[in-house]
């Protein structure tokens, strides 16, 4: 098959989350199945850097990718508002040479383009909206509006949708889409980069942390993380473990201001940091230091940072409205948590403080239903029927 991914974010744009990881490990090995993809993305690399399309268009793992220049850098990284007429003039010349189209995101322009060029091209679309379906907590009357003049059309003419969660699922369904068109397929990870981790003890000395234990957050700095939760649980478990420490690394998506906040109203100024975006060998060395890592989003399609986090056999502590929880329940997985019951999450941190070998394990059983669930083969082969299935 002649795949074409579109998507508003790729390699390297890692600071738009997980999104861009998820699209390139599908589209790697989709090459590896033996088909020809090519990705469409635009060239936002952060809120204030462009990716250099000369440099880095071309092929990429098997993999043909472009770049497109965006119009508006600030606007994509903080409103989601990805306008490219580079790119909307390539679907137009050249989608005729692709047998499908895999749009990630939703609600982006980039999704009009796609639709409009595959109606007048005749050819199938699939979408994956990557949690973007519900207007949900900002810019809802937006949302709406883009709904109402494009965004059910793009939905309604879609091949299929594919949900990387059953929540994900009965959204489409809330959206009154056919469900007969929904397929679940998670999102794929890359258990090799986790194969050989750093030396233990490697974060600790740079950042001068010594024996204290830490949790560590990694992710956006976004209220939907529930980030103001875990300041308070923090706060609480600090009580009574007075070295404890909460090292937080990712970029700002708008909340940072109201975090320091929260530190100075909770008096967390001693034990908590904030380190900004990591590189990937810096991110391994804060895990495997770290005692626990803390993830209690409010609203959590996925969750692909606690799955890095348990790839390093460290214990994660998750919502249970996320899909990785959907996955782990079904072992009986003992660190999912109610959104915003800092009781609860408070009481985790410290039992895993204190018993760290008994949650170890746990962290090593769901490391391995992982495995078995999400490696990006057997996603890709999930992915690759489904394609053949709407072009049949």
Known sequence: MKILQVTPYYSPSFAYGGPPRVVQGLSEELVRLGHEVTVYATDSLDSSRRINIGELSGNQDGVSVRYFRNLCNKLAYNQRVFISQPLNRALKEDISDFDIIHLHEYRTFLSVYVMRECLRHKKPYVICAHGSLLPFFQKKLLKNA???????????????????????????????????????????????????????????????????????????????????????????????????????????????????????????????????????????????????????????????????????????????????????????YGLIIEPGNTDEISKMIINIIKEPFIYKKMAAKALGVLKRTISFEQIARQTETLYGKVLA
């Open 146 to 332: 883009f709904d109402l003049f494009w965004g059910r059309k793009v939905l309604e003419r879609a091949s299929a949708y594919i949900a990387v969660s059953k929540a994900e699922a009965d959204q489409y369904v809330k959206m009154k889409m056919d469900g007969s068109k929904i397929k679940v397929i998670y999102n794929g990870f890359d258990f090799k980069p986790f194969e050989k981790l750093p030396e233990v003890g490697s974060f600790r000395r740079k950042h001068l942390l010594g024996d204290s234990p830490f949790i560590l957050f990694v992710g956006r700095v976004n209220k939907i993380k529930g980030i103001d939760f875990l300041l308070e649980a923090f706060a609480r478990a600090r009580s009574e473990i007075a070295d404890l420490k909460l090292i937080m690394t990712g970029t700002d998506d708008g909340y940072l201001r109201e975090v320091f906040g929260m530190v100075e109203k909770f008096s967390l100024n001693d034990n908590f940091r904030f380190i900004g975006q990591l590189t990937e060998v810096e991110k391994l060395e804060a895990l495997v230091d770290s005692n626990l890592f803390a993830y209690p989003s409010r609203y959590e399609v996925f969750g692909l940072a606690p799955v890095e986090a348990l790839a390093c056999s460290i214990p994660a502590i998750i919502s249970k409205n996320s899909g990785l929880a959907e996955i782990l329940k079904g072992i009986d």
